[in-house]
């Protein structure tokens, strides 16, 4: 499978407990984004990285949120001290760059968090 | 205010044509999209088309785009039941942004 992959699909946490997701890009991307998805919202931009720098964040990104991609392939998103209002799908994409403009970003399935 | 605007409903007879129309705001946005949602799915790049171009066909599909306006829309022909989803429209020059997404219904 050449395609975005997030895990887990699925994450049930406590309030105020810290989670992690993880995304794998499609190999030859160089940008990856995130994005939250709540329901009968369009996704929403929270990050994204060009290789390994982390080239904007949305206001939405409160501090209890942090994503890196340390090697430029792979990211994480954690979330620290997660409320009820963190419930929602998280979303990777990936594109390139490489032709000097940005092609099309191809979506992962998600990890769905529900804050219980 | 939304960068992104779209339409949050639409209904079709199974045969006719659909048009989902768009408006954005941002004049620099290189690429603009079109992703399909289905129920409990991820979303699914449908067709995108350069700002510097004005009409893209691929199949059923024609996107039109008018730059002066920053208007999109996408035209679904001989619509199907099974092109019942949320279509969302998106905009991009380096970070890519979404409207709310619009909820295509396609009655038999």
């Known amino acids: 499978d050449t395609g975005v992959s997030q895990n887990p699909r699925h994450k049930i946490t406590k309030r105020g407990q810290n989670v992690t997701f993880r995304c794998d890009p499609i190999s030859e991307h160089n940008r990856l984004y995130w994005y939250r998805q709540t329901l009968g919202q369009g996704p929403e931009f929270l990050t994204y990285?060009?290789?390994?720098?982390?080239?904007?964040k949305s206001r939405l990104l409160s501090d209890r949120f942090s994503a890196e991609r340390p090697k430029g392939s792979f990211s994480t998103l954690e979330i620290q001290r997660t409320e009820q209002g963190d419930s929602a799908m998280y979303l990777c994409?990936?594109?390139?760059?490489?032709?000097?403009?940005?092609?099309?970003?191809?979506f992962g399935q998600g990890t769905r968090l529900t804050v219980v | 205010g939304e960068d992104v605007e779209q339409s949050l409903f639409l209904s079709v007879r199974e045969g006719d044509s659909s048009v989902i129309n768009c408006t954005y705001t941002?004049?620099?946005?290189?690429?603009l999209y079109w992703y399909k949602q289905e129920p409990g799915a991820g979303l699914q790049l449908l067709t995108y088309?350069?700002?510097?171009?004005d009409m893209k066909q691929d199949q059923r599909l024609t996107v039109l785009l008018n730059k002066k306006d920053k208007h999109l829309s996408l035209r679904i022909a001989d619509t199907q039941t099974g092109d019942s989803a949320i279509y969302f429209c998106?905009?991009?020059?380096?970070?890519?942004?979404f409207g709310a997404g619009t909820r295509l219904t396609v009655k038999p």
């Open positions: 088309i350069f700002s510097n171009m």
């Open positions: 941002d004049s620099s946005s290189t690429y």
């Open positions: 994409a990936s594109s390139s760059t490489q032709t000097g403009v940005n092609t099309e970003a191809f």
């Open positions: 990285f060009q290789n390994e720098a982390q080239l904007e």
């Open positions: 998106a905009e991009s020059d380096n970070d890519m942004r």
